[in-house]
């Protein structure tokens, strides 16, 4: 009698069939929670810079681009108002100091000084004569001091003969009385002369200290104004080269207007252009350097204008040690300013990557070489070649420091 068999529930095949829904199940379980999900990117080696992460001496400066100018700058202006008589020289011209540059003519400041010459000749015609009036009022009241005294001298004579004769009864008292009222009378007007004398002497010498006071403050404005007539024709202050001359025959200035300036090109320095950023951090006597006929020459910052005009403030730099001979007025010069002493640091090469990133983090590639991550980095000072890296990098890291624009967002580069 046949027998029926019990149907197998876990079959070979059941059991495969679970087994790799399980493992399917748990890959794509790990995926979602313990997977990469990272965003990638192929990118070839050759389109990309590969820099390495150094430790070494590092000084922070800034490019900047100077102008040779003369060491010194003499503006000529006109002091005095006038017409163009005379041009005695042409711009672009080597000129000696005290030599005449142009001659002006004004008519109102020859008048001038025609006027206090006459007034000055007058005032010492008075001088003169005052001088003579007192002299002759001198003379008359010494002449009558003179009499004075002659004729007390004769009354007192005469008084003490008669004091002797009174005693002894030989004249009247009234002729002795006479005598002696007369005596006094002299005695009082010598005291009196005495004293106009004195004070006419004192009078006398205060109004001619006023009088030559007066005539020499006449005298000095009379220098004075001769000096004007002599600024009329303008001349070099000083041995150099004429840059510039705005004086034609005919033209009128005015006190105060520009006529050239002469240009000292015994030496030179460098007018620099540095952008207000940098103005707290720019003192003089910070160096700076350039190259030049294939050697590298040393400038000094020696006057800061603080006055911001553009976004940009001015420095004025000399040089150090050696001028460059075949420099010329007008030359640019591509300066390295420092910024700072030379410390020890780890460095990054400048690249176009700091546009995306900001310096605040660079791809970085992996120790298999394979591929690229981001890796958050913190920058502190640079220079037109490198970064000082204070955090993030460590010295033999291999770093991405080409423009990352293609990149777009991507979490990690395969590299190819």
């Not at 010598?190 to 004192?202: E, P």
């Not at 400038?299 to 553009?310: A, G, N, P, W």
């Not at 298999?368 to 890796?375: I, R």
Request: overall charge positive; glycine content about 6%.
């Amino acid at each position: 009698m046949d027998r029926q068999l019990k149907k197998k529930k876990w079959t070979l095949k059941k059991i495969t069939s679970i087994v790799f829904i399980s493992i399917f199940l748990l890959v794509i379980f790990y995926t979602i929670f313990f997977g990469d999900r990272s965003t990638k990117l192929n990118v070839k080696k050759e389109r990309i810079t590969i820099s390495t992460v150094t430790k070494g001496p590092f000084k922070e400066f800034i490019p900047v681009i100077g102008t040779v100018i003369p060491i010194q700058t003499i503006y000529l202006d006109a002091e005095e108002g006038g017409r163009i008589e005379e041009r005695f020289v042409e711009a672009g011209t080597f000129v000696k100091e005290d030599q005449n540059l142009v001659r002006l003519g004004n008519t109102n400041l020859l008048l001038n000084i025609m006027f206090r010459e006459a007034e000055f000749y007058e005032q010492s015609n008075n001088l003169r004569t005052t001088r003579l009036m007192m002299e002759q009022n001198r003379l008359n009241l010494k002449a009558q001091l003179a009499d004075l005294e002659y004729q007390t001298l004769r009354l007192k004579r005469q008084h003490d003969r008669n004091v002797d004769l009174l005693e002894k009864n030989l004249i009247s008292k009234k002729d002795y009385e006479d005598v002696k009222d007369e005596y006094d009378y002299y005695n009082k007007r010598v005291a009196l002369a005495v004293n106009t004398y004195k004070q006419d002497s004192l009078f006398r010498a205060t109004q001619i200290e006023q009088l030559e006071s007066s005539l020499t403050r006449m005298q000095n404005n009379l220098e004075i104004v001769k000096k004007k007539l002599e600024r009329l024709t303008i001349k070099a202050p000083i041995t150099g080269h004429l840059t510039s001359l705005h004086a034609e025959i005919g033209e009128s200035k005015k006190p105060g207007d520009r006529i050239g300036k002469i240009d000292v090109l015994d030496s030179f320095k460098v007018r620099v252009a540095i952008d207000e950023h940098y103005i707290a951090r720019i003192e003089e006597n910070r160096f700076g350097t350039f190259d030049f006929d294939n050697r590298t020459f040393k400038l000094k910052v020696h006057r800061i204008y603080l006055e911001v005009t553009d976004g940009k403030f001015e420095v004025d730099m000399v040089f150090i040690n050696q001028t460059p001979l075949a420099i010329r007025r007008g030359m640019s010069l591509h300066i390295r300013l420092d910024l700072g002493d030379l410390t020890e640091a780890i460095l990054l090469p400048v690249g176009g990557f700091y546009q995306k990133t900001g310096g605040q983090w660079v791809y970085i590639i992996d120790e298999s070489g394979d591929f690229a991550y981001k890796k958050k980095i913190r920058i502190n000072r640079s220079n037109s070649e490198m970064y000082e890296i204070v955090s993030g990098l460590n010295p033999g890291d291999q770093v991405i420091t080409s423009s990352y624009d293609n990149f777009g967002d991507k979490d990690k580069l395969i590299l190819k």
